[in-house]
């Protein structure tokens, strides 16, 4: 059955977050190649680009530090976990606007 899954940049020392992406996918490898390896990918050109700094804008962690993790939501389809993944981007970036550098 598909399920929502998200895909996590967090610093390793404190687990804030760096990045995420959800994807609608069957199962954890499906997931893994739709939203976690892209996620790996994009973190690393925006660091690139200069976009994101390559340290947590909140702890100051180092990019070698970094977690990337995979995890399978209850919604079953995107426009089912859009409010709570709308709720959770505001959050996160009151948090940076009170917290972090940018």
């Given at each position: 059955m598909?399920?929502?899954w998200i895909a996590q940049c967090l610093c390793g020392p404190r687990?804030?977050?760096i990045l995420a992406a959800a994807v609608v996918a069957e199962d954890r490898?499906?997931?893994e190649q739709a939203a976690l390896e892209p996620l790996r990918t994009?973190?690393?050109r925006m660091i690139g680009s200069g976009?994101?700094?390559p340290w947590c804008g909140l702890?100051?962690?180092p990019r070698d530090c970094w977690l990337y993790e995979?995890?399978?939501t209850r919604f079953t389809s995107m426009e089912?976990?859009?409010p709570a993944l709308r709720q959770s981007e505001r959050e996160q970036a009151a948090t940076g606007r009170i917290f972090g550098e940018r």
């Open positions: 598909s399920a929502v687990r804030h977050a490898d499906a997931a994009h973190v690393a976009t994101i700094d702890c100051h962690s995979l995890g399978r089912e976990a859009a």
